[in-house]
């Protein structure tokens, strides 16, 4: 799969039987079994280009690869025959031929990602391992409020994990909304791209707020203090969905 045409394909995952999108040595990413079913429908595995790295756990209802191949299979009809070769946590939902020098994780101009929350006493069955649950209640409009602290572009270097690439901490994130609907309580951020876990330590930094464990109106503070010590836990990776990836007009999904 080193040949002329590039296709970029768009898949969904539950990630829960996962250990990320990534190809990993001792556990099974995304990754992985998607390569399994492009080497039984065009016959090699091709070098996949992610849009990201995902934790484990963390789901996708819009993820973006891209590859090279001979194949002269049409883009109507891979999904097709890769999802009759994919279990049924993972799904191709569409692909188009895409320039030469695209490369879905370079190419994107920024990212979506939505956290959801059931504010309940109560579990949801069907949402077990979909969504975190918080049983104290939340005001989704006071943490709306406070989620506007971290528009504009900033070093999160306070709201990355260790573990994480060393290198510069500054982002810019141009949307962040706090909606409630009706249990669920959405957190939708977007960016030009996000640090190791960051997107979970700002909503943890959230319900540390909406807890009374965090003070009202820290967030500025913490930002400009980089410390990651002052911000609040990291919310469980079952609630972190990647909603969407933009790419500029001419690579437009």
């Known amino acids: 799969m080193s040949g002329g045409r590039n296709l970029l394909l768009t898949i969904r995952f539950v990630g829960t039987n996962y250990a990320g999108y990534q ?3 001792n556990a099974t990413g995304v ?3 998607l390569q399994d079913a492009l080497e039984r429908v065009l016959g090699s595995r091709g070098d996949v280009k992610g849009v990201s790295r995902t934790d484990a756990g963390v789901h996708a209802g819009k993820y973006c690869l891209s590859f090279l191949t001979d194949s002269t299979v049409s883009c109507d009809g891979l999904p097709l025959a890769l999802n009759a ?3 049924d946590d993972i799904a191709v939902t569409s692909c188009r031929e895409v320039p030469p020098d695209f490369h879905a994780r370079y190419s994107a101009t920024g990212k979506e990602y939505t956290y959801k929350l059931l504010n309940s006493r109560v579990r949801d069955p069907f949402l077990v391992g979909l969504c975190h649950r918080v049983a104290y209640p939340i005001d989704a409009t006071a943490l709306h409020a406070q989620a506007q602290d971290f528009l504009g572009r900033h070093d999160f270097s306070a709201f990355k994990a260790k573990g994480g690439k060393p290198g510069d901490a500054v982002r810019t994130v141009t949307h ?3 909606e409630r609907q009706d249990e669920l309580i959405l957190f939708t951020v977007r960016g030009d791209g996000f640090l190791y876990k960051m997107v979970r330590i700002m909503v943890g930094t959230l319900l540390g707020i909406a807890s009374g464990r965090l003070p009202a109106g820290c967030i500025p503070e913490i930002i400009a203090g980089k ?4 911000a609040g836990q990291t919310a469980p990776a079952c609630g972190l ?7 500029d007009y001419s690579h437009r999904t």
């Open 23 to 25: 190809v990993q040595q």
């Open 31 to 33: 990754c992985t079994v």
């Open 85 to 87: 070769h994919l279990p």
């Open 176 to 178: 962040f909304s706090v």
């Open 227 to 230: 410390d990651r010590a002052r």
């Open 241 to 247: 969905y990647l909603s969407d990836v933009f790419y």
